[in-house]
Nanobody
């Protein structure tokens, strides 16, 4: 059974940093795309970043480039999201997800991510 478990969320002041983790288990993710998404209250879930499990290519939402960094540790089957210079508008539930599609020529839709974690809350105070 595939499980994705997020951790590392919490309350942080504006300008601070948080590092989220996503522990993956239940299968090998070779050839998968792994992504981070977030959903703020009253808003749709939005793409944050993704990484190729094999090879490590990365892709980011344009608005987050330079502040957020996605990475993974294949040996630990864990993906990370380093978030710096946090802003109140970064407040959201952050989800990790896994897609069997490895396409890097186009963005993947939410529906193309097969597995999802339950999310971790990030709250940034001003």
């Amino acid at each position: 059974q595939v499980q994705l478990v997020e951790s590392g969320g919490g309350l942080e002041q504006a300008g601070g940093s948080l590092k989220l983790s996503c522990a993956a288990s239940g299968r090998t993710f070779s050839g998968y795309s792994m992504g981070w998404f977030r959903q703020a209250p009253g808003k749709e879930r939005e793409f944050v970043a993704r990484i190729r499990w094999s090879g490590g290519s990365t892709d980011y939402a344009d608005s987050l480039k330079g502040r957020f960094t996605i990475s993974r540790d294949n040996a630990k089957n864990t993906m990370y999201l380093q978030m710096n210079s946090l802003k109140p508008e970064d407040t959201a539930v952050y989800y990790c997800a896994a897609s069997p599609l490895d396409s890097w020529t186009r963005p993947l839709s939410l529906r193309e991510y097969r597995y999802w974690g339950r999310g971790t809350q990030v709250t940034v105070s001003s």
